[in-house]
């Protein structure tokens, strides 16, 4: 992980998130804590990895989440070059969705 990041505030913030216990608890935080665009930002991130994930096209991902190119070439290079974050995630949620 990027010793940037890895700072007091931000493993403070991290522990806070991890305290959260439903989908309710999340909208309640994460409304306090972002703004709406920047909450908006990050779902759209999420969801162009997903569409990455599967194959789809820049031109198809940019017509369905509005995303840039862009924004779409740094989410593939997280995907390709990164932490292995957002593959822990669609992991567990496929996990989620078998069981």
């Not at 779902?43 to 862009?70: C, N, P, W």
């Amino acid at each position: 992980m990027n010793k940037k990041i890895r700072t007091d505030a931000v493993e403070h913030m991290f522990e806070a998130i991890l305290c959260l216990q439903s989908k309710e608890e999340c909208y309640q935080f994460f409304e306090d804590l972002c703004t709406v665009n920047e909450l908006l930002s990050l779902s759209q991130r999420f969801e162009v990895a997903a569409m990455l994930r599967s194959h789809r096209t820049y031109l198809d991902i940019a017509e369905k989440t509005g995303a840039s190119t862009a924004t779409i070439s740094r989410v593939n290079r997280s995907l390709n070059y990164g932490n292995d974050g957002y593959e822990l995630i669609f992991n567990r949620l496929a996990e989620k969705k078998d069981s």
